[in-house]
């Protein structure tokens, strides 16, 4: 018997049967830390006192009722994904100034993945990738305007409710599952509260945490972040407009202007009408966005941020003690490590990293917390554990001379970048005592996507047959059973215009990587966008190739070089593969509803979440001294 199986005794005599569960005991060292055991078989809580007597009929009546054990064995499934975390902020993957014990730990007793990939460099379409296990065109999530994430909890847009993700496979299979943190895939579709892409449609049974993303706004006394630009340029016009609204009224009282009041009054009442319509969404995003939800309820509008982590992990640590006869789906969905790094005083100056640092440091304690809550319920050898950043760092997000966004190591680029490699090499740890080897590290391209039929396999799920999964399988990679990846193509999208391709020549062991559009970086050669705050995907701020730029990632990880006819003889045969490889890829798709549309991104009041009557929206269900600080 493996880990974690379940048993139930069957007695049939005559017609009749009845199944009772038992549970185990074991007596003796787990035989996965070595050494011999003894597992009994007792009735479990779920069995009914008539069980003793069955196990007496047993004995009395050996040739009218057997006794079949039936395995059962489904894993918890642990998920844990920081947001806007960069893969050289870790220790285990070569960081050696941030203190990442816990996640450090999770890879020595686990496995470590070098070439894990997300499938898009922003928030919403890479969230929407791991979820469903397929490319974010394919559900719509991929934007073709410079609005490639959700910007409002009061947008339309949103995981599509025909998407099937793993938290509604795994739940089809007697999971419990829940996410606590970060959604940031939709709200509402037409009304207030039809929830169409609340995490409750999409399979998950408890929800708490933040439905939309932590920003600067969020915050008070931080620059504002949603739409700065535009921001900016709305302030500007209303200022010119209240001048000219000034002049002509100065005017007209001085007998310089002949208009009549009434025009003024129009030209007046038209400048105000301007201001509402910008600044009754742009005034308030702290309240229209920051806000805390359990289930459908909301108890905190606008959040407080200096208790936020504590309530985090606690409804985390809960839910596993809650369930902790499972089968359950957890996802932790961070809020860490993204701006403005809200960090509690007990991390504040404590790294060698400034605020950022900090962040980091304080979103590992939090892992290591959750992973002690996991081993003290006695879950870990029945634990598939995962950790993961939904894309590369930010290395734009700054204050002043304060670098305010992860490192990508050795990697080109950065969050927002569809391409290079910083914005979407991210790492990927798992761990599963006894089932995963030890201290391992795999070299082989794997993706966020694969997570998805992954865990529906190990909950005896299936991946859905009628659309394309492009996650893969990863257990027989993680088990040793097999040596390569299934992965040979790798798309990378940006928003929703292809930048690159790999290329995994499995025969040869070359990892070839074509990009065929760049970003343009501003100052050049900066190696980010610091002019733009985030690389475009399309327009004037990028270069299109043509040839492609070849790279061989298993020689050049950083793409410092590439390749050319001259310098490398099959330069002309891995760009005519590649493109037929993208052939073959644009036939799979199909169009789909555009869920980052202008206009399903837009705010609409009438879809605005509120604990109170429109627009008085505030409350504070959550109260102090229920949540101790950290």
């Known amino acids: 018997m493996g880990v974690g199986q379940q048993c139930s005794a069957t007695c049939t005599k005559g017609s009749h049967s009845e199944t009772f569960p038992l549970s185990r005991r074991r007596v003796g060292p787990d035989p996965l830390e070595h050494g011999p055991s003894f597992v009994f078989f007792v009735p479990s809580a779920q069995a009914p006192r008539s069980f003793l007597s069955a196990l007496l009929v047993l004995c009395i009546f050996p040739k009218t009722c057997g006794m079949s054990v ?37 890879a020595k007793e686990g ?10 460099p ?83 049974d408890y929800f708490y945490g933040m439905p939309f993303t932590l920003l600067n706004n969020c915050q008070k006394n931080k620059p504002p972040e949603l739409d700065a630009a535009l921001q900016a340029k709305l302030w500007l016009y209303t200022q010119i407009i209240a001048l000219a609204v000034l002049t002509v009224i100065i005017g007209k009282l001085t007998g310089l202007i002949s208009a009549s009041w009434k025009i003024v009054a129009c030209f007046a009442l038209a400048g105000s009408l301007f201001f509402t319509s910008w600044y009754s969404s742009y005034g308030f995003v702290q309240y229209w966005n920051c806000i805390l939800m359990r289930n459908y309820d909301i108890t905190e509008q606008p959040m407080k941020l200096e208790r936020t982590t504590a ?19 957890l996802f932790v969905s961070f809020l860490h490590v993204h701006i403005p790094l809200f960090t509690t005083e007990k991390f504040l100056g404590k790294s060698r990293h400034g605020l950022y640092g900090d962040n980091v440091e304080e979103m590992d304690w939090l892992v290591g917390k959750i992973l002690d809550a996991i081993e003290k319920e006695d879950l870990k050898n029945n634990t598939f554990t995962y950790f ?89 990679l993680l088990q040793g059973k097999v040596q390569q990846s299934e992965h040979e193509f790798m798309f990378h999208y940006c928003g929703s215009y292809l930048h690159a391709v790999r290329w995994h020549q499995k025969d040869s062991g070359a990892l070839w990587k074509a990009h065929y559009v760049t970003p343009i970086f501003h100052p050049e050669g900066a190696g980010a966008c610091y002019g733009r705050g985030i690389c ?30 001259r310098t490398e003889p099959l330069f002309d045969t891995v760009i005519s593969r590649i493109a037929r490889a993208v052939q073959e890829h644009r036939q799979t798709l199909t169009p789909v509803p555009q869920q980052l549309s202008l206009y399903n991104i837009m705010w609409k009041p009438w879809l605005q979440p509120c604990c109170g009557t429109f627009p008085f929206c505030w409350c504070d269900k959550e109260g102090d001294s229920a949540h101790p600080a950290l």
Request: glycine share 14%.
């Open 111 to 120: 496995v470590k993945l070098t070439q894990h990939i997300a499938a898009a």
């Open 70 to 106: 039936a395995v059962d064995f489904k894993p918890n499934i642990l998920l844990i994904m920081a947001d806007d975390l960069g893969i050289g902020d870790i220790g285990c993957y070569g960081n050696n100034t941030i203190r990442t014990p816990n996640i450090d730990r999770l």
């Open 311 to 329: 309530l985090v992990l606690k409804e985390a640590v809960s839910f596993i003690e809650r369930n902790k006869h499972g089968p359950f789906l």
């Open 388 to 476: 993961a950043s939904d894309h590369g760092g930010q290395l734009e997000a700054q204050e002043g001379k304060a670098q305010l966004g992860g490192w990508n190591g050795i990697y080109k680029g950065g969050k927002g970048m569809g391409g290079w490699e910083g914005g979407i090499r991210v790492p990927g740890i798992l761990r599963w005592p006894g089932v995963f080897p030890a201290d391992t590290v795999i070299d082989e391209p794997t993706s966020l996507m694969d997570i998805y039929p992954t865990v529906a396999h190990l909950g005896g799920g299936i991946v859905p047959q009628d659309r394309v999964v492009d996650g893969r399988n990863l257990m027989p």
């Open 122 to 204: 922003l928030c919403t379409p890479s969230r929407a990738a791991f979820l469903t296990g397929r490319y974010p065109i394919r559900s719509g999530m991929a934007s073709s305007n410079r609005y490639r994430a959700l910007l409002w909890n009061a947008g339309s847009g949103g995981l599509p409710v025909n998407e099937t993700t793993f938290a509604k496979v795994l739940r089809q299979q007697g999971y419990t599952t829940g996410l606590i943190g970060k959604w940031h895939q939709g709200m509402n579709c037409e009304a207030l509260n039809d929830h169409c892409h609340h995490p409750s449609n999409h399979g998950f």
């Open 536 to 565: 475009p995907c399309f327009g004037e701020g990028v270069t299109h190739h043509d040839p492609p730029l070849l790279f061989d990632l298993s020689r050049d990880p950083s793409e410092a070089k590439p390749l050319s006819p």
